[in-house]
């Protein structure tokens, strides 16, 4: 009985161990799943999260850039990458991957010091970060660089942002331009007339009235030179300033645009004996658009072809003509011409062409090309010139008629 008993307790026990054992080995195995399960999960946590931020990133417009304590770049984003085109950027160092060390300089510095950088940098088209897309002639970047906190204590990561300012660089130049022109204009014309001003009051020619007549004369025309300078500085400020109500738009009847612009310039017509028509298949053509930008345009094209034909035998054609969705706006002349290499600049502000004709004095002011371009893309049409010396100048004008 008790060799029984003490055999079941035996076989309970050892049952009781295996049962134990056994569910041991179970909750081993399963706790060696579940951390699999998790590791699995937090690596796909965090390749998610990497992903998100890469997304993120890439939807910058800027050029982004993970920089290592060593100088290697560990990310670049999207626009970046675009950037600097087929060249490899990951792992290199920022001095090979850039190709201009004026770009790297703002980096170098924040990892040398671990303050934040930022500088502006102007390159030459040879050395811009875009290597050969490059066609913008100088272009401007900003280099941002400052370090990200890591509180890991591992050496820290530099953030580098690259931001193309080439526009507003263009621009500021532009304006830089304007003004440089602007006073070297207006100086002649001031000069003159203090120079003449100087002699009537301090050599006391003002005693002598022929002689005052005559320089007082001269002044006038220097002062309304300046003035006309002036008013087309304004006139192109307006037309720049993109405000909604800058223009009037309003219809009117084309025919008669021209006939007033035919009207200012009779005498000058009559004088140089020029001919002036007007080609218009609609003659009641009505258009949509500001009549006085309009009248000043066809006012500056048809003046300039007299004035840079002081000759007789000028003819000059004003025309327009409703195409499909556009209206055709032209102006030609059989005169001297504008030479080839010349036409690309010449709606620039205060371009003249070299003197190539017998014209001794400046008379215009340089800015009516400009004046006119300004106004035409102001009503969303476009201005082109051809010339053949002595055989037709032409600009042409369109526009969409739904804009106009
Ligand atoms: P400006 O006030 O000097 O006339 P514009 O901007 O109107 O300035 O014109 C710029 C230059 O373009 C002129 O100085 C002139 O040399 C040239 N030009 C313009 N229109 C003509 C034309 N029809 N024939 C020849 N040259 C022209």
């Known amino acids: 009985m008790i060799t029984e008993f003490s055999i079941l307790a035996t076989v309970s026990a050892v049952s009781a161990l295996a049962f134990l054992a056994y569910r041991h080995r179970g909750a081993r195995k399963k706790s060696a799943a579940e951390i699999n399960a998790w590791q699995n999960r937090l690596e796909r946590d965090l390749h998610q999260a990497r992903e998100d931020r890469n997304r993120l990133l890439d939807a910058l417009g800027d050029a982004f850039l993970l920089v290592d304590a060593k100088a290697n770049i560990r990310f670049a984003n ?59 002639g100088f272009n401007a970047w900003i280099i941002d660089a400052a370090q990200l906190t890591n509180p890991s204590g591992d050496a820290a990561t530099t953030r580098v942002i690259i931001r193309d300012v080439t526009a507003e660089h263009q621009l500021e130049q532009v304006r830089k331009d304007f003004v440089a022109n602007a006073s070297h204009e207006l100086r002649t014309p001031l000069a003159i007339i203090n120079g003449y001003l100087e002699n009537l009051i301090d050599d006391d020619m003002i005693e002598e009235p022929e002689i005052a007549r005559r320089f007082l004369m001269v002044m006038r025309k220097h002062a309304d030179r ?167 100048t032409k600009f042409l004008i369109t526009m969409p008629t739904d804009l106009c």
């Open 78 to 136: 999207a626009a970046a990458r675009a950037l600097f085109g087929a060249r490899e950027l990951l792992n290199r160092p920022v001095s090979e991957a850039f190709l201009d060390p004026r770009l790297a300089d703002a980096l170098l510095r924040c990892l040398a010091t671990g303050e934040p950088v930022q500088s502006r940098v102007v390159l030459s088209q040879q050395t811009s970060p875009r290597g050969d897309l490059e066609n913008r």
């Open 226 to 392: 300046i003035s006309r300078i002036v008013e087309d500085m304004l006139v192109i400020s307006r037309l720049e300033s993109g405000e909604a109500n800058t223009l009037k738009i309003e219809p009117f009847r084309f025919r008669s645009c021209i006939k007033d612009v035919k009207d200012r310039l009779e005498s000058v017509i009559r004088n140089q004996k020029a001919e002036v028509t007007v080609t218009m298949p609609e003659p009641e053509l009505v258009v949509r658009g500001d009549r006085f930008y309009w009248t000043q345009v066809l006012f500056n094209l048809v003046e300039n072809a007299l004035k840079q034909n002081p000759h007789e035998g000028l003819r000059v054609d004003v025309g327009c003509q409703e195409v499909g969705n556009s209206v055709m706006i032209w102006v030609t002349d059989n005169g001297v011409g504008i030479p080839s290499a010349d036409l690309p600049h010449i709606f620039r502000r205060f371009f003249r062409v070299e003197k190539h004709h017998s014209q001794q004095e400046i008379k215009g002011t340089g800015l009516g090309l400009s004046i006119v371009k300004r106004a035409v893309e102001a009503h969303h049409g476009t201005i082109g010139v051809t010339s053949v010396p002595g055989l037709e």
